[in-house]
């Protein structure tokens, strides 16, 4: 469903989702490079889905062009949520150039990445890497205000390795009057094990003049509402925590509606798992690394099936469809094991090591 904003600045209607205007606070699933696209979403969709979507993030440069696979989770979107188009790049011309390419599609609107903290990304002044420069900030988002005639919304981190251009940071998001800001509460190099500080998300919620969602450690149904209460936000981003279990969405709106919350079995994240593989399977590929693609997968997965970290253990060395679904089901679909409920939260100890997987790059950019 889609409500209306009269933007001052733009001297026009912009369209915003009723989620971010009603009593009921939203959830968005983070857009995160070789997971968000098209046949995550399906899956997502399948077990509830978020109020809005961001694509993965789509390369700017000089010779760039909007990439096809991304493309699709926004002309093929599977689900009645919107969709915004995340860009990610430092020039202007060709931030502009590819903003008006955008016009033909049916974008929700245009979110400007702010956060990758990937080394290969932000040593190309990208991506979380800008947040070094708030002026160069500044100025690409007075363009992207000019030019975009949908909603303009920025995905970011507190900081680079500190705070200090986080206050220039807020006032460029009220000058240029963004419609929404997705804020991780992490600094770049704080990458993803560091403590968030959810009291920038606070500031942020009191300074800005648009919603805020909360991104960052948001592990679970329980936690959503407890970080939303805390800071304040409109709602939450929530990222990681959605591949471990994909029925968060369904839960945070069900414990809203003041219902009983879904609580997945194991024998439920066995047919995830099943489910996930088979979307995302590319015939015509190496078998191998089909397999490889899905541990990135199951790094998280696993840190909810048991507190030893045996399934994680046996997942890790296999190297077949076959071995990997043997281990799958002796962890999830034994007799007497698959009507255990899956933990909500991840173990304790328990560390996902995507990275270790050949090929994967969290934010990559080559």
């Known amino acids: 469903m889609i409500s209306t904003l009269k933007s001052e600045s733009m001297g026009s209607t912009r369209s915003l989702p009723d989620s971010l205007i009603k009593d009921q606070w939203p959830t968005a699933l983070a857009p995160m490079q070789d997971v968000t696209g ?3 979403m399906k899956v997502i969709a399948r077990r509830g889905a978020p109020d809005f979507f961001f694509t993965e993030f789509f390369r700017v440069h000089a010779h760039s062009k909007i990439d096809e696979e991304i493309l699709s989770s926004i002309t093929q979107n599977p689900t009645e949520q919107p969709v915004f188009a995340q860009l990610i790049g430092e020039n202007i011309e060709d931030l502009r150039r590819t903003v008006r390419d955008f016009q033909n599609y049916p974008i929700a609107g245009i979110d400007l990445n702010l956060g990758c903290p990937a080394p290969r990304v932000f040593k190309k ?4 890497g800008l947040l070094r420069s708030p002026k160069q900030i500044l100025s690409i988002l007075k363009m992207l205000r000019q030019e975009v005639g949908c909603l303009l919304t920025v995905k970011m981190r507190i900081g680079f390795e500190d705070d200090r251009f986080f206050d220039e940071l807020l006032e460029a998001i009220n000058e240029t009057k963004v419609d929404l800001l997705s804020l991780h509460a992490r600094t770049v190099l704080g990458g993803y094990r560091s403590m968030p500080s959810y009291s920038h998300v606070a500031k942020a919620v009191g300074g800005v003049h648009c919603p805020v969602l909360l991104n960052g450690n948001v592990t679970s149904f329980h936690s959503a509402f407890d970080l939303k209460e805390l800071t304040g936000a409109h709602g939450v981003m929530i990222g990681r925590s959605a591949i471990r279990n994909p029925w968060i969405f369904r ?7 003041k219902r009983s919350v879904f609580q997945p079995t194991l024998g439920d994240v066995y047919e995830y798992i099943e489910d996930l593989y088979n979307t995302l399977e590319k015939p015509g590929i190496d078998e191998r690394k089909n ?10 997965v696993g840190l909810s099936i048991d507190a030893e970290g045996k399934f994680l253990h046996q997942m890790r060395r296999t190297q077949t469809k ?29 560390v996902a090591r995507p990275s270790s997987e050949s090929g994967y790059s969290e934010c990559k950019l080559s």
């Open 38 to 40: 098209l046949p995550f």
């Open 125 to 128: 002044n990208v991506g979380g």
């Open 291 to 300: 397999v490889g693609r899905m541990k990135k997968f199951l790094n998280f």
């Open 251 to 257: 839960q945070v709106r069900e414990m809203q509606a």
């Open 322 to 350: 076959k071995e990997l679904f043997s281990v799958c089901e002796k962890h999830l679909s034994k007799e007497g094991q698959s009507d255990m409920y899956f933990n909500s939260e991840p173990f304790e100890g328990l």
